[in-house]
């Protein structure tokens, strides 16, 4: 039998490529993306207002609107409403609200039956699991193991085994399960407030039969979920298949307006015309706040409520793919998006307990249809976390002032501080790196600091790059360009040669080149959720590079994680005012490829004829779009380049290095090594952009992989 992370991987990797595809296809993707944050901003804002609209358009209809404080709320109105109705049944469509105050317990403890008819939904309530997915809630189960749990629970006269005969078994029982129910429930992808109409989007029919056979109609939503009118729905409905699990348009949209008049269907009787049956019907809308309202006024958690539970945020998450979303999960929603929802609604020590499996790649971001930065909401609440722990400061006082309010583990302020742990590294090399490798150093990073034994450590230079460009001369006499080159953390004091590469290149090209001193980016303790120290550090860099370009000069970054910071994140670390640097800085190989692009000589470069390599981009370097121009430079130098298609290395930073997640880390590299080891692509030499990704590499493969710019120096 499958495991059920494999069943997963699948999965998801399958939404994944189906996303990709299907938004490939739709025309103005981008500006739908647009169009659709637009309007949750705008209903977001208006939120007050609209729930007032949105009850009068329900009442005039016949309906009526219940705003519920919490769960409890909400709850005890519902088993009245069931109670008033003496149901013995309830059938449900799929809701993940519904799960969120777990309506499910509270009506059955009245004795009645609850029964969930969404396909996925029914597998977890008859296994008693929760759902670990927001769209494909069983996604965890493979089909051997749906058989197991339906053959061993119901005993059918012939033992079920294909796709086939286990959905036809579920239509045929559930469908039994419908024809006499009293009540259903529903949830809403979307509510107008215009008209009060819900809109369902699914899969499945088994929603409308839920609103249809019955007689009573409740449907529980956030108040997030309204929108301001029925128009507005267009871009959701275009956007939310393709996201969620790569289909243009969801097999069934439905949009149902409070029907009070309208007949209740008898699945039973096919010859009766609608107008003879009974159309006694009620409606109930109950509209959950459960925290929202909080979050709607919190500035950074705000976003996290423009999210239409699409779900691509899991699906294009590596670790995700490898744990799902009973581990990358609070008590109700999973995946990237998952830690402001449960920050919010069950509070930091719910979101705490699967917060750091997010390492900020930011692959979720381009993924998202309603362009939520999600890695800045989970950075946050990591932050939030962090003040909240107790931990003593000794660790690192004196090493590094500590700027941060509260207590911040050990471990995360080794890494965080890692500036200060590579200039006194440096300082004191090869003393450093043999004292470092040595057992008693290693056990004790592993007691103290939980840095997994398996990991090998970097190895520091005693002459930085900062050092080396001091000590020379510029060999430009008219330069064509002239840039300073950012000397991240890593090329300055660890992996010095390909920052001497970098410089080699460019000048080759005209460029006129300075690598002044200066601090770290940030990235280090951003990764941390030390907002306040990666804040200090980009006020840092944002003094030292500024009068560089001011001066005239562009900035080369040739760390990716590191140039992603000035384009994305200095801009809310530094309230805007790093937008001057994000203009003018760029990726390596991107400057390399403008540089060529307006008239650069390639033949300057170290050129190969035919040559294969086999290269692996970044993350924050895809999500930024910049992979094709490092494939498009090492063409144009004669190298015939394959690429890999995994979504992550696994490294992630500090994230492998901590034992914690190195077994993850590894998991998640095993996909990469696969595609580098398949025949045609196991004989070539390996590049990659990355720090963390050429440490990975160099961890899964016996050949040691060179960054590109590597390359282009020869």
Known sequence: MAREGDAVRTNTEGFNRGRYESVADLEASEALKDEARAIKEDAIERLPELVDQLTE???????????????????????????????????????????????????????????????????????????????????????????????????????????????????????????????????????????????????????????????????????????????????????????GTGQDITSYVSLLTPPVETPV????????????FDSDREFHLVLIDNGRIAMRDDEQLRETLYCIRCSACSNSCANFQSVGGHAFGGKTYSGGIATGWEAGIEGLDVAAEFNDLCTGCSRCVNACPVGIDIPWINTVVRDRINREDESPDWLVDGLTPDVEAGGVPHQKRFFGN????????????????????????????????DIDPRRELPTFERETLVEWFEDRDSTVTDPRRRAVLYPDLYTNYIQVERGKAAVEVLEALGVDVVVPPVSSSGRAPLSQGMVTTATDHAE?????????????????????????????????????????????????????????????????LSAVNGDEVAYHSHCQQRTLGLEAHTVAVLEQCGYHVSTSDVE???????????????????????????????????????????????????????????????????
């Open 57 to 243: 358009a329900v009442e005039s209809n016949g309906g009526t609107v219940y705003v519920a404080d919490d769960a409890d709320d909400a709850n005890e109105y519902i088993r009245s409403v069931v109670g008033d109705r003496n149901a013995d049944r309830v059938v449900k469509s799929k809701s993940m609200t519904s799960e969120e105050i777990e309506i499910n317990e509270a009506i059955e403890a009245d004795g009645v039956e609850v029964v969930e008819t969404d396909l996925g939904e029914w597998v977890l309530q008859v296994a008693d699991e929760a759902p670990s997915h927001i769209v494909a809630p069983a996604i965890h189960k493979s089909r051997e193991a749906i058989a197991e749990l339906f053959n061993e629970r119901f005993d059918p006269e012939k033992p079920l085994e294909t796709a086939e005969e286990l959905t036809h078994f579920a239509r045929e029982t559930l469908g039994e399960k419908m024809i006499d129910a009293e009540v259903g429930l529903t949830g809403a992808n979307f509510i107008t407030a215009d008209t009060g109409t819900m809109a369902l989007v699914t899969s499945e029919g088994n929603a409308r039969k839920t609103v249809g056979g019955t007689d009573t109609q409740i449907t529980v939503a956030g108040v997030e979920k309204i929108i301001p009118t029925v128009a507005d729905l267009q871009p959701f409905v275009e956007l939310i298949g393709r996201a």
């Open 265 to 276: 269907v008898d699945f039973e009787d096919d010859t009766t015309p609608l107008s003879e």
């Open 540 to 604: 840092r860099v944002a003094r030292t590079l500024t009068p560089y370009v001011e001066d005239g000069r562009d900035v080369v970054v040739i760390e990716p994680s590191d140039y992603a910071m000035f384009q994305r994140e200095y801009e809310k670390l530094l309230d805007g005012s790093g937008t001057p640097l994000a203009e003018h800085s760029y990726e390596a190989l991107q400057y390399v490829y403008g540089l060529l692009e307006n008239g650069g000589d390639p033949s300057v």
């Open 418 to 449: 890692f500036e200060a742990v590579a200039k006194f590294g440096s300082a004191t090399a090869p003393l450093s790196n043999w004292l470092a490798d040595t057992g008693v150093s290693r056990w004790f990073m592993g007691r103290l600091l």
């Open 648 to 714: 992550c290395c696994g490294m992630a930073g500090s994230f492998g290095y901590k034992s914690d997640y190195y077994e993850l880390s590894m998991d998640v590299g095993d996909q990469l090594r696969d595609q580098l080891l398949a025949d045609g692509v196991r004989e070539r030499p390996v590049v990659a952009s990355g720090t963390s990704c050429l440490e990975q590499i160099d961890a899964l493969l016996e050949r040691q992989p060179r960054h590109p710019i590597e390359l282009l120096a020869g």
